[in-house]
Protein backbone atom coordinates (compact mmCIF):
# COMPACT_ATOMS: atom_id res chain seq x y z
CA UNK A 1 0.00 0.00 0.00
CA UNK A 2 0.68 3.63 -0.53
CA UNK A 3 2.35 5.92 2.26
CA UNK A 4 3.48 9.39 2.71
CA UNK A 5 5.61 10.70 5.19
CA UNK A 6 6.18 14.48 5.99
CA UNK A 7 8.34 16.03 8.26
CA UNK A 8 9.45 18.06 10.68
CA UNK A 9 5.65 17.53 12.05
CA UNK A 10 6.09 21.40 14.01
CA UNK A 11 8.76 23.85 13.20
CA UNK A 12 9.16 27.32 15.25
CA UNK A 13 11.51 29.48 13.04
CA UNK A 14 12.60 33.30 13.68
CA UNK A 15 11.72 35.47 10.91
CA UNK A 16 14.18 35.86 8.31
CA UNK A 17 15.22 32.15 8.34
CA UNK A 18 15.31 29.36 6.00
CA UNK A 19 12.59 26.78 5.76
CA UNK A 20 13.14 23.31 4.53
CA UNK A 21 10.27 20.30 4.56
CA UNK A 22 10.19 17.26 3.27
CA UNK A 23 7.95 14.80 1.99
CA UNK A 24 8.28 11.29 0.46
CA UNK A 25 5.81 8.82 -0.81
CA UNK A 26 6.33 4.78 -0.68
CA UNK A 27 4.53 2.11 -2.78
CA UNK A 28 3.90 3.79 -6.17
CA UNK A 29 6.08 5.51 -8.67
CA UNK A 30 5.78 8.89 -10.83
CA UNK A 31 3.15 9.95 -8.60
CA UNK A 32 1.88 13.61 -8.75
CA UNK A 33 3.25 15.36 -5.60
CA UNK A 34 1.04 18.60 -4.10
CA UNK A 35 2.02 21.51 -1.57
CA UNK A 36 -0.41 23.02 0.22
CA UNK A 37 -0.85 25.62 2.90
CA UNK A 38 -3.60 26.32 5.38
CA UNK A 39 -3.59 29.11 7.55
CA UNK A 40 -5.76 29.32 10.96
CA UNK A 41 -9.46 28.92 10.16
CA UNK A 42 -9.20 28.88 6.30
CA UNK A 43 -9.13 26.87 3.81
CA UNK A 44 -6.59 24.90 1.88
CA UNK A 45 -4.56 26.65 -0.61
CA UNK A 46 -2.65 25.00 -3.36
CA UNK A 47 0.72 26.21 -3.71
CA UNK A 48 2.80 24.08 -6.22
CA UNK A 49 2.51 20.82 -7.51
CA UNK A 50 4.97 18.74 -9.63
CA UNK A 51 3.86 15.61 -12.57
CA UNK A 52 7.66 14.45 -12.54
CA UNK A 53 11.38 15.18 -11.31
CA UNK A 54 12.51 18.40 -12.07
CA UNK A 55 8.77 19.60 -12.82
CA UNK A 56 7.25 22.65 -10.66
CA UNK A 57 4.20 24.26 -11.50
CA UNK A 58 3.73 27.14 -8.58
CA UNK A 59 -0.14 28.42 -8.23
CA UNK A 60 1.01 31.27 -6.05
CA UNK A 61 3.43 33.81 -5.68
CA UNK A 62 5.65 34.38 -2.97
CA UNK A 63 9.13 33.60 -0.90
CA UNK A 64 8.48 29.87 -1.39
CA UNK A 65 9.82 26.90 -3.55
CA UNK A 66 9.82 23.77 -4.22
CA UNK A 67 11.75 21.16 -5.98
CA UNK A 68 11.64 17.62 -6.76
CA UNK A 69 15.19 15.91 -6.35
CA UNK A 70 13.89 12.30 -6.82
CA UNK A 71 10.68 10.30 -8.19
CA UNK A 72 9.05 10.38 -4.70
CA UNK A 73 10.75 13.23 -2.79
CA UNK A 74 8.80 16.94 -2.35
CA UNK A 75 10.46 19.37 -0.88
CA UNK A 76 9.28 22.72 0.37
CA UNK A 77 11.55 25.69 1.23
CA UNK A 78 11.92 29.03 2.22
CA UNK A 79 15.18 31.38 1.81
CA UNK A 80 13.75 34.13 4.42
CA UNK A 81 10.70 33.02 6.06
CA UNK A 82 8.08 35.92 6.27
CA UNK A 83 5.66 36.03 9.56
CA UNK A 84 2.63 35.53 6.86
CA UNK A 85 4.34 31.95 5.91
CA UNK A 86 2.77 30.81 9.55
CA UNK A 87 0.33 27.99 8.84
CA UNK A 88 -0.57 24.13 8.34
CA UNK A 89 1.55 22.65 5.24
CA UNK A 90 0.21 19.78 3.83
CA UNK A 91 2.44 17.18 1.23
CA UNK A 92 -0.33 14.90 -1.15
CA UNK A 93 0.28 12.73 -4.30
CA UNK A 94 -1.87 11.00 -6.58
CA UNK A 95 -1.49 8.91 -9.27
CA UNK A 96 -3.05 9.98 -12.55
CA UNK A 97 -5.29 6.70 -14.27
CA UNK A 98 -7.88 6.15 -16.09
CA UNK A 99 -10.77 8.31 -15.28
CA UNK A 100 -12.51 5.40 -14.07
CA UNK A 101 -10.33 6.21 -10.60
CA UNK A 102 -10.59 9.89 -10.37
CA UNK A 103 -7.20 10.74 -9.73
CA UNK A 104 -7.63 10.88 -5.70
CA UNK A 105 -5.64 13.11 -3.89
CA UNK A 106 -4.10 11.59 -0.69
CA UNK A 107 -2.70 13.77 1.92
CA UNK A 108 0.26 13.81 4.58
CA UNK A 109 0.01 14.59 8.29
CA UNK A 110 0.92 17.98 7.83
CA UNK A 111 3.56 19.90 9.44
CA UNK A 112 3.37 23.38 11.35
CA UNK A 113 5.12 26.36 11.00
CA UNK A 114 5.23 29.14 12.93
CA UNK A 115 7.67 32.03 12.20
CA UNK A 116 8.23 34.53 15.23
CA UNK B 1 -13.88 23.26 -11.53
CA UNK B 2 -17.59 23.57 -10.56
CA UNK B 3 -18.26 25.63 -6.65
CA UNK B 4 -20.02 24.11 -4.23
CA UNK B 5 -22.42 24.76 -1.64
CA UNK B 6 -22.50 23.23 2.16
CA UNK B 7 -24.31 24.10 5.43
CA UNK B 8 -21.29 25.41 7.38
CA UNK B 9 -22.56 22.91 10.42
CA UNK B 10 -24.78 20.50 11.86
CA UNK B 11 -24.52 17.84 14.80
CA UNK B 12 -25.54 14.53 14.63
CA UNK B 13 -26.73 12.37 17.52
CA UNK B 14 -23.83 9.11 18.06
CA UNK B 15 -25.40 6.19 16.41
CA UNK B 16 -27.67 7.90 13.83
CA UNK B 17 -26.81 8.22 10.32
CA UNK B 18 -25.11 11.83 9.61
CA UNK B 19 -26.50 13.15 6.17
CA UNK B 20 -24.32 16.22 4.66
CA UNK B 21 -25.18 17.83 1.85
CA UNK B 22 -23.91 19.97 -0.93
CA UNK B 23 -25.00 21.37 -3.67
CA UNK B 24 -22.42 21.93 -7.34
CA UNK B 25 -25.68 22.95 -9.59
CA UNK B 26 -22.58 23.91 -12.19
CA UNK B 27 -21.25 21.03 -12.16
CA UNK B 28 -20.20 19.38 -15.81
CA UNK B 29 -20.51 16.16 -16.91
CA UNK B 30 -16.66 14.59 -16.91
CA UNK B 31 -16.21 16.37 -13.18
CA UNK B 32 -16.03 14.20 -10.36
CA UNK B 33 -18.23 14.38 -6.60
CA UNK B 34 -14.95 14.36 -3.89
CA UNK B 35 -15.54 14.06 -0.27
CA UNK B 36 -12.99 14.28 2.04
CA UNK B 37 -12.89 15.03 5.71
CA UNK B 38 -10.08 17.11 8.07
CA UNK B 39 -10.18 16.35 12.30
CA UNK B 40 -8.58 19.53 13.82
CA UNK B 41 -4.55 19.44 13.39
CA UNK B 42 -4.60 16.57 10.61
CA UNK B 43 -4.29 16.34 7.25
CA UNK B 44 -7.36 15.98 5.04
CA UNK B 45 -9.00 12.50 5.02
CA UNK B 46 -10.37 11.13 1.64
CA UNK B 47 -13.55 9.49 2.11
CA UNK B 48 -15.57 8.54 -1.25
CA UNK B 49 -15.91 10.30 -4.72
CA UNK B 50 -18.11 9.67 -7.23
CA UNK B 51 -19.00 10.70 -10.93
CA UNK B 52 -22.59 9.37 -11.31
CA UNK B 53 -23.75 6.35 -9.89
CA UNK B 54 -24.21 6.33 -5.86
CA UNK B 55 -21.43 4.74 -4.47
CA UNK B 56 -20.37 3.28 -0.85
CA UNK B 57 -17.12 2.21 0.94
CA UNK B 58 -15.94 0.79 4.33
CA UNK B 59 -16.64 4.52 5.90
CA UNK B 60 -19.59 6.03 3.87
CA UNK B 61 -22.28 6.51 0.88
CA UNK B 62 -22.60 8.83 -1.40
CA UNK B 63 -25.16 9.94 -2.76
CA UNK B 64 -26.00 11.32 -6.11
CA UNK B 65 -28.63 13.00 -7.47
CA UNK B 66 -29.70 12.29 -11.37
CA UNK B 67 -29.31 15.74 -12.57
CA UNK B 68 -26.34 15.40 -10.84
CA UNK B 69 -26.50 18.91 -9.25
CA UNK B 70 -26.48 17.95 -5.29
CA UNK B 71 -25.30 14.85 -3.30
CA UNK B 72 -25.50 13.56 0.05
CA UNK B 73 -22.39 11.81 2.36
CA UNK B 74 -23.91 9.19 4.35
CA UNK B 75 -22.47 7.87 7.57
CA UNK B 76 -24.67 5.02 8.80
CA UNK B 77 -23.36 5.10 11.64
CA UNK B 78 -22.14 8.12 13.26
CA UNK B 79 -19.24 7.94 15.74
CA UNK B 80 -17.50 10.58 18.23
CA UNK B 81 -14.51 10.08 16.26
CA UNK B 82 -16.14 11.45 12.99
CA UNK B 83 -16.75 14.81 14.40
CA UNK B 84 -14.60 16.94 11.87
CA UNK B 85 -14.79 19.26 9.09
CA UNK B 86 -16.13 17.85 5.97
CA UNK B 87 -14.96 19.25 2.39
CA UNK B 88 -17.24 18.31 -0.90
CA UNK B 89 -14.95 18.87 -4.09
CA UNK B 90 -15.81 18.85 -7.67
CA UNK B 91 -13.31 18.38 -10.22
CA UNK B 92 -12.18 16.81 -13.39
CA UNK B 93 -9.91 13.87 -13.13
CA UNK B 94 -7.33 14.98 -14.55
CA UNK B 95 -7.02 18.44 -12.88
CA UNK B 96 -4.44 18.83 -10.59
CA UNK B 97 -5.51 21.13 -8.43
CA UNK B 98 -7.84 20.41 -5.41
CA UNK B 99 -9.77 23.04 -4.43
CA UNK B 100 -10.96 23.07 -0.63
CA UNK B 101 -13.85 25.53 0.36
CA UNK B 102 -14.86 25.94 3.86
CA UNK B 103 -16.60 23.00 4.18
CA UNK B 104 -19.24 21.32 7.21
CA UNK B 105 -18.41 21.09 10.63
CA UNK B 106 -19.85 18.39 11.53
CA UNK B 107 -20.37 17.46 15.68
CA UNK B 108 -21.35 14.05 16.60
CA UNK B 109 -22.79 14.38 19.90
CA UNK B 110 -23.04 11.55 22.78
Not at chain 2, 39 to 55: A, C, F, T
Request: charged letters at 15%; hydrophobic letters at 35%; a neutral charge.
Amino acid sequence: SQTIHQWPATLVQPVGSPLSLECTVEGTSNPNLYWYRQAAGRGLQLLFYSVGIGQISSEVPQNLSASRPQDRQFILSSKKLLLSDSGFYLCAWSVLRQSGNGNTIYFGEGSWLTVV
Amino acid sequence: DAKTTQPPSMDCAEGRAANLPCNHSTISGNEYVYWYRQIHSQGPQYIIHGLKNNETNEMASLIITEDRKSSTLILPHATLRDTAVYYCIVRMYNNNDMRFGAGTRLTVKP
